[in-house]
């Protein structure tokens, strides 16, 4: 194409990239999200009525962590192999079902192991897509379409929690209590989309009947000079894992991850109590508006990040500010405990975005696919140990309050540890990589 530079030929499909297949994943991500956290909806009627006890939740909650991590790195290799499309949709229709099957649990045994069998339904699902977008954006992209991508959290409480609060307020229709109408219709939903994934979804560029020869071309070209620019770690999917700038990345994602899911599971019980209320329709409704504030903070931030090339001591800002939000929250006010939950939401989501353009500074190809697995099934163990830290602080200290310090500790750890990495060269600013490439 006469008259246009490989670069804007780049940007070109780039585009279309990101207005073809990311609003499609953002849809997948709020399913997602929505089938794993939505038992935070469910908390009091479920348990009233199963017997579960405030022990069980809680393991249940977090061992779904487990299944999760045990099969995430397997599950991305495989989806090296057989492309993503296949693969997703394989993902999406699975959990989709194992969620469905939570409406028929009535004791602690299966609910604890249909927590596992999710958790290994779902593993693999956020690093295949992180490495799939390696695929399709540069790194200077990179930031900025993952946060539209992390969207997906944000979005599935803003809608997904009046619409689990709904479907809880539905009980005995049909003889059905209201939380299994939740569980039923989320996860049948999901399993729909897995569907429709496989026949929408491209593996890679060249097989995009939307892009041109020339927008293929340039885009393959700059995808090549990239990871050829860069300091890679050459080595098998197994091996990359030992890698120390694997396992700090790890470390630091566990943190993020504790202090995301020390809201993300108790964050309907949090607003109640602030309320004087049970979660339902009205706390549901209110329970939204910490993510209303998280959407704009996970699009805005992350295009800073890219604007400003600043990685690692911005996410540790954004961290480090939802910690101290989770301190804050432990008040009797309810506008500031909202407030406050505001910023814990908006620095547990805008921060993550930036974190997953570290790992494709050093990882390509199936050591990319093994290594961001990695690094996110440890950091999901988080996930785990959040709700278990939780309980475990309040009764250790007898006090209501002590499990929200707890979890703000761990952002504040996480803060340190990305602070920690401009100068181990992990987090440093994207111009001072550029140079340091050059150089």
């Known amino acids: 194409m006469a008259g246009i530079t490989r670069t804007e030929l780049t940007n070109q499909a780039m ?30 009627a479920f348990q009233l009525d199963t017997g579960v006890s405030d022990a069980a939740f809680a393991l249940g909650a977090g061992i779904f962590f487990i299944g999760y991590a ?13 492309g993503a499309r296949a693969w997703l949709a394989r993902i999406m229709v699975t959990w989709g079902l194992v969620s469905a099957g939570f409406a028929w649990v009535s004791t602690e045994t299966q609910f604890l192991g249909l927590r596992v069998l999710l958790g290994i339904a779902e593993a693999g699902f956020m690093p295949a897509i ?5 695929t399709w954006f540069t790194e200077r992209r990179r930031s900025s379409v993952m946060g539209l991508f992390w969207l997906g959290p944000p979005l599935a409480f803003i809608f997904g929690s009046p619409l689990s609060g709904i479907l809880l307020d539905m009980n005995g229709v049909l003889g059905f209590k209201g939380w299994q109408w939740m569980f039923l219709v989320e996860g049948i939903l999901a399993a729909a989309m897995g569907v429709w994934a496989y026949w929408y979804l491209v593996d890679k560029p060249q097989d995009a009947k939307w892009l041109s020869d020339d927008e293929k071309k340039a885009l393959l070209t700059e995808l090549e000079e990239e990871n050829a620019a860069k300091p890679q770690v050459k080595v098998g999917p197994l091996k990359v894992l030992g890698n120390p700038k694997v396992l700090f990345l790890a470390a630091i994602c566990f943190m993020i991850q504790v202090s995301n899911y020390g809201l993300n599971f108790y964050l309907p019980t949090h607003v109640a109590g602030l309320l004087g209320k049970k979660v339902g329709l009205e706390v549901g409704l209110i329970s939204a508006i910490p993510w209303i504030c998280a959407l704009a903070a996970t699009v ?10 600043s990685r690692g001591v911005l996410a540790a800002i954004i961290i480090g500010a939802a910690g101290a939000g989770f301190i804050v929250s432990a ?16 620095g547990n989501l805008a921060c993550q975005p930036i974190f997953w353009t570290l790992p494709s500074r050093f990882l390509s190809g199936v050591a990319a696919a093994s290594g961001i697995a990695f690094i996110n099934s440890v950091g999901n163990l988080g996930g785990f140990l959040a709700p278990n830290l939780r309980v475990w602080a309040e009764q250790a200290f007898h006090n209501p309050y002590a499990g929200l310090y707890a979890i703000a500790v761990s952002g504040f750890i996480g803060a340190i ?4 990495s401009v100068p181990l060269g992990i987090g440093q600013n994207l111009k001072e990589t550029s140079k340091s490439a050059n150089s």
């Not at 045990?70 to 057989?82: A, G, K, T």
Request: positive net charge; aromatic residues 12%.
């Open 130 to 134: 992180v490495y799939y977008f390696t």
């Open 417 to 420: 540890l990305l602070l920690i």
């Open 300 to 309: 805005l931030l992350p295009r800073y990040s890219d604007k400003t090339g």
């Open 70 to 82: 045990v099969f995430e790195v397997p599950s991305n290799i495989i989806m090296h192999h057989v």
């Open 15 to 44: 585009d279309k990239a990101k207005n073809k297949l990311v609003p499609f994943i953002l849809v997948m991500y709020i399913f997602a999200f929505l089938d794993r956290a939505n038992i935070g909806f469910a908390k009091q």
């Open 331 to 346: 008040t009797g006010s309810p506008l500031l405990g909202i407030l406050s939950l505001c910023v814990v939401a908006c």
